[in-house]
């Protein structure tokens, strides 16, 4: 078993059979002579960025390298920010906890899997940080994580330290289906609420009228206790805490929607319950309603282009990013997919070609945008003295289709390096032909079950 893991590691392509270590950067790194896209604070040709213990230290031109660094010399390549996928499901054992419609007692931070190769695989395509969400199949679903992509570390070291919690909530077809019949979230013989739209609003509704009463009724019990009065507490109800952390404004809600009527719906819900909606997740149909959104103050994390892909997705249009930022929402562009998420560089200059914004707004969709959503904008999400050092360097423009990524770093520390992992091909290769053939040879080794079979005396044989 152990060996039949470690051929399946070598063939999804994996640096090694087990976690690989990242290449340590110096305490100093230089990287010289780019087109510095700092996303913030303009572009910088023939820039350099100065990485000192996992920050940056310095952006500009003509930086002198001190004398204890390492120097990259990328001449001709550009560098940006890591990207920030604001919707991920990579590196979870599990994504839905659909047997109930509140699942909010869950979370993804139990679930992590640092061993996922589409960790690398997101490296490799320039992805530096992900918010880890809850699927969709809940009206109100479970805790998201933000992580850092620090490939080779545990699962505990990469979580986003003092990233603001969240929660993921759905509307739509997703949440209602399984209390309509056929579904691919559990089995269909236990049916359960909701099975309509306005089901969805009723569980939403119902589950902060929970949480408010909770809430106050742990009011209560604190009060008695400052004045000295003898109290017995609440009984603690872990569905409910994390809704009372939304209505304090501790944690995010990160909502799954498509309709413009569903996404009115929850605006005027969470107005009602005091609370704000962070993102608003695909809204599909936030041109529609952008004005509203922005009024509200929430963000909108959606896809570039995806269409058609069931019957509330019909109204989308790949103008809809751009309405929305014209209109003065927070825009991001997400993956929702292990795959997508490495080329949402490409992803993000569609908004260019539909819509007309500029390059920095098109960057900003998978860099700052999201990282401001998140609220992690003060670390990450352009380059500038101060933040972590977590840049890619891209052999040419990052909104070309021809672009490639070169480097990947996060933390200051290089945890993918292209020419690096080319060259190890071939040994990973040989390495998996090898193990394969141990494989073979253990099988040969082993009794054929019919040989077996007929060793044994006639009346211990399994009938046929």
């Not at 039949?4 to 059979?17: K, Q, T, Y």
């Not at 979870?92 to 931070?109: D, L, W």
Request: aromatic share 6%.
């Amino acid at each position: 078993m152990r060996l039949h893991w470690m051929i399946l590691c070598l063939a999804a392509g994996s640096l090694l059979a087990v976690r690989p270590i990242p290449a340590r950067a110096a305490s100093t790194t230089l990287i010289r002579n780019a087109t510095v896209l700092t996303v913030t604070k303009g572009t910088i040709t023939h820039g350099s960025v100065l990485v000192r213990d996992g920050k940056i230290a310095e952006v500009g031109e003509n930086i002198t390298a001190p004398a204890d660094a390492k120097v990259i010399d990328a001449t001709g390549d550009y560098v940006i920010p890591g990207i920030i996928d604001c919707h991920s499901h990579i590196a979870a054992e599990s994504i839905n906890e659909g047997s109930t419609s509140v699942s909010s007692m869950v979370g993804i931070e139990d679930v992590i899997n640092p061993e996922d190769v589409e960790i690398y695989r997101a490296l490799a395509g320039g992805v530096t940080t992900a918010n880890v969400l809850h699927g969709s199949a809940n009206a109100i679903g479970g805790k998201c994580t933000v992580m850092k992509m620090r490939w080779g570390k545990s699962a505990k070291e990469m979580i986003f330290e003092g990233a603001m919690p969240g929660i993921k909530f759905a509307l739509g077809e997703n949440p209602k289906r399984q209390g309509s019949g056929p579904n691919p979230f559990g089995n269909t013989a236990s049916l359960r609420y909701p099975a309509t739209r306005m089901g969805v609003e009723d569980v939403i509704r119902d589950a902060f009228t929970q949480a408010r009463n909770y809430e106050a009724a742990w009011r209560e019990y604190r009060e008695k206790v400052a004045r000295g009065e003898r109290a017995v507490p609440p009984a603690r109800d872990l569905k409910l805490e994390p809704l009372v952390e939304v209505l304090e404004g501790k944690r995010f809600v990160h909502a799954h929607c498509y309709r413009q009527d569903e996404i009115l719906m929850l605006l005027r819900v969470a107005d009602e319950f005091g609370f704000k909606i962070r993102t608003l997740q695909h809204v599909l149909e936030g041109y529609k309603v952008a004005k509203e959104i922005a009024e509200h103050g929430a963000g909108a994390s959606t896809f570039s282009d995806w269409w058609a892909y069931k019957v509330e997705a019909y109204d989308a249009i790949p103008y809809n990013a751009a309405i929305m930022v014209r209109k003065g929402v927070l825009v991001s562009l997400n993956s929702d997919s292990a795959e997508l998420d490495r080329h949402l560089n490409t992803e993000a200059a569609k908004a260019m070609k539909y819509g007309g914004l500029d390059e920095t707004e098109a960057l900003a969709l998978v860099t700052i945008n999201p990282a401001r959503q998140l609220a992690i904008d003060k670390r990450v999400g352009s380059i500038e003295p101060g933040k972590d050092a977590d840049l890619t360097i891209y052999d040419k423009h990052p909104l070309s289709n021809y672009a490639k990524v070169l480097t990947v770093m996060v933390d200051g520390d290089v945890y993918f390096d292209r020419d690096r992992d080319i060259a190890e091909r071939p040994a990973r290769e040989a390495r998996r032909k090898e193990l394969l053939e141990k494989e073979a040879q253990e099988q040969k080794k082993k009794p054929r079950p019919d040989k077996e079979q007929d060793s044994k005396p006639q009346d211990q044989r399994r009938p046929q």
